[in-house]
């Protein structure tokens, strides 16, 4: 059975810094992209970032680039999100995903994303 583990979140103090860790179990996905999401209240699920198959091709969504950075670690069949001088906008639950599709690229949309994780609440204060 596959399950995504995600772990990290908290509260944290707006300007903060939290990593994000997702822990894959029941089978490998080291020839597949996998992604960050979120979703704030009342809001949709948007992509955050997301890394192709070996790490050589990221992705990271306007609001979030320049402060986040995702990576991954095939021997621990992992992947991460760092995230630096958080706001308070950046409020949400995060949730880990694994791509449907194998390939060289990274994917941006949810209906690329076959496995998901349950989600850990990241809260930023002002």
């Known amino acids: 059975q596959v399950q995504l583990v995600e772990s990290g979140g908290g509260l944290v103090q707006a300007g903060g810094s939290l990593r994000l860790s997702c822990s894959a179990s029941?089978?490998?996905?080291?020839?597949?992209?996998m992604g960050w999401f979120r979703r704030a209240p009342g809001k949709e699920r948007e992509v955050v970032a997301s890394?192709?198959?070996?790490?050589?091709?990221?992705y990271y969504a306007d609001s979030v680039k320049g402060r986040f950075s995702i990576s991954r670690d095939h021997a621990k069949n992992a992947v991460y999100l760092d995230m630096n001088s958080l706001k308070p906008e950046d409020t949400a639950v995060y949730y880990c995903?694994?791509?449907?599709?194998?390939?060289?690229?990274?994917?941006?949309?949810?209906?690329?994303?076959?496995?998901w994780g349950q989600g850990t609440q990241v809260t930023v204060s002002s």
């Open positions: 995903a694994v791509s449907r599709d194998y390939g060289r690229s990274y994917f941006i949309t949810e209906n690329d994303y076959s496995y």
């Open positions: 890394i192709n198959w070996n790490g050589g091709s990221t």
């Open positions: 029941g089978r490998t996905f080291n020839s597949q992209a």
